[in-house]
Nanobody, 126 residues
Framework: QVQLVESGGGLVQAGGSLRLSCVGS????????MGWFRQAPGKERVLVASISWNGGDTHYLDSLKGRFTISRDNAENTVYLQMNSLKPEDTAVYYC???????????????????WGKGTLVTVSS
């Protein structure tokens, strides 16, 4: 069982930065691939970034490459999402996710994500 708690969301002006954190419970945290999804009002939840269990493999939504960076610290059971040059269209609830399989894999697409956080709201004003 893994419980995920996000923090770091808030209100920021366009062009600003935020760093989201997600702390996971449990001694098996380092076994899990981790990622961040976001869901804007009226839109589907989409995968923003993912990172492998050891941090060696990362994937990003194409449109966000260069602005967002995902990282993890397994000693602290924490995954981060650094968001720079924020735009109003980045406004969304950001969710932390964990699964033993890569978050972009066909398996996860078919069976769903194993663990979710409750989300943290990011609002970018113009």
């Amino acid at each position: 069982q893994v419980q995920l708690v996000e923090s770091g969301g808030g209100l920021v002006q366009a062009g600003g930065s935020l760093r989201l954190s997600c702390v996971g419970s449990g001694r098996t945290f380092s076994r899990y691939a981790m990622g961040w999804f976001r869901q804007a009002p009226g839109k589907e939840r989409v995968l923003v970034a993912s990172i492998s269990w050891n941090g060696g493999d990362t994937h990003y939504l194409d449109s966000l490459k260069g602005r967002f960076t995902i990282s993890r610290d397994n000693a602290e059971n924490t995954v981060y999402l650094q968001m720079n040059s924020l735009k109003p269209e980045d406004t969304a609830v950001y969710y932390c996710a964990a699964d033993l399989n890569p978050l972009y894999s066909d398996y996860v697409l078919k069976h769903g994500i194993e663990y979710w956080g409750k989300g943290t709201l990011v609002t970018v004003s113009s």
